[in-house]
């Protein structure tokens, strides 16, 4: 249905390739993602979350750990003992389990490469 439009009105056909071209990049930026350390992976996680779910006092993060362990190829103790390390170095600051306030952006930036 979505290819015949597009085949017949060039503005669904740009809109399908800008939404294909974009789901490329968030895939290769995952896949690119599973070769960083632990700290990187987490790091690259907070700060796509922010982009996508930032609010006033901070980022809702849209999973639980475990969820957010298995999306990053890691176990939920090792993402739990970064974000307390994030949270140590006053990098973030964990408001509640899921919600997280990014302090230090530069050095998020400097984790995730």
């Known amino acids: 249905m979505v290819l015949s439009l597009a085949a017949v ?3 669904i ?14 895939v290769r930026g995952h896949t ?5 350390n632990a700290p990187e992976r987490v790091a690259h996680f907070l700060l796509e979350m922010e982009g996508r779910l930032h609010s ?3 980022v809702e993060l849209p999973m639980c750990r475990q969820d957010i362990a ?3 190829g890691l176990t939920i103790e090792t993402v739990s ?7 140590k170095t006053l990098t973030i600051a964990l408001q509640t389990s899921r919600r997280v306030e990014l302090r230090d ?3 998020l930036r400097r984790l995730n490469g």
């Open 70 to 72: 298995d999306y990053l």
């Open 32 to 36: 690119l993602l599973l070769i960083q």
């Open 81 to 87: 003992r970064v974000l307390t390390r994030l949270e």
């Open 105 to 107: 952006h530069a050095a």
């Open 9 to 11: 009105d060039n503005e």
């Open 13 to 26: 056909a740009r809109e399908l390739w800008t939404l294909t071209c974009q789901e490329v990049n968030r």
């Open 56 to 58: 006033e006092d901070g």
